[in-house]
């Protein structure tokens, strides 16, 4: 069985740094590319960042570019995003979500057949 | 960016009743459409994808169609666990979603 689960939310200042965590099982980690996907309260589902099954190709939205990376350790089967110069609008739940078509999901074009519970990030003072 | 556009933003239809959703994208995204179920509190569920393919363990109820710039949703008949919000995406491109449709009970 698949099980997807992020961890690392929390309450952060505005400026400041959090790192999340999304611990994979149930399938050939490596074979697939993840990506991270949030949700502000009440609002719709954007896409975040992208990183193919080698970790080799990393892909981010305009609105996270130069403040996330995403990184992955095959050996330990977790994804990671290390968001810095966090913003109030950065506030969110946010969810891990597995590729459905394999490693690669070129220029960031994905399709997501699994995702996690979420965590929320609330960036405030 | 591709813009998706749903429409209604709100459908309210009573259990047996057929639902019909629509997305439409800026420009064409060929057959590169996908369709997610959301309840409250719960992630995303995958329901169809390449415009026409069901997912995994999705009832047969649940159909999907069209290419292009024009994409349905139909639910032939709705169960009570059905009424939640819809969201369309598409991965022509980067990849970008609706604003979803909520179906609640009427």
């Known amino acids: 069985e698949v099980q997807l689960v992020e961890s690392g939310g929390g309450l952060v200042q505005p400026g400041g740094s959090l790192r999340l965590s999304c611990a994979a099982s149930g399938f050939t980690f490596s074979s697939y590319a993840m990506s991270w996907v949030r949700q502000a309260p009440g609002k719709g589902l954007e896409w975040v960042s992208a990183?193919?099954?080698?970790?080799?190709?990393?892909y981010y939205a305009d609105s996270v570019k130069g403040r996330f990376t995403i990184s992955r350790d095959n050996s330990k089967n977790t994804l990671y995003l290390q968001m810095n110069s966090l913003r109030a609008e950065d506030t969110a739940v946010y969810y891990c979500?597995?590729?459905?078509?394999?490693?690669?999901?070129?220029?960031?074009?994905?399709?997501?057949?699994?995702w996690g519970q979420g965590t929320l990030v609330t960036v405030s003072s | 960016e591709i813009v998706l556009t749903q429409s209604p933003a709100t459908l309210s239809l009573s259990p047996g009743e057929r639902a019909t959703l629509s997305c439409r994208a800026s420009q064409s995204v060929s057959s590169y459409l996908a369709w997610y179920q959301q309840k409250p509190g719960q992630a995303p569920r995958l329901l169809i994808y390449d415009a026409s393919n069901r997912a995994t363990g999705i009832p047969a109820r649940f159909s999907g169609s069209g290419s292009g710039t024009d994409f349905t949703l139909t639910i032939s008949s709705l169960e009570p666990e059905d009424f939640a919000v819809y969201y369309c995406q598409q991965r022509s491109k980067r990849v970008t979603f609706g604003p979803g449709t909520k179906v609640d009970i009427k």
């Open positions: 979500a597995k590729d459905l078509t394999g490693a690669h999901c070129s220029g960031g074009s994905c399709l997501f057949d699994y």
């Open positions: 990183i193919s099954g080698s970790g080799g190709s990393t």
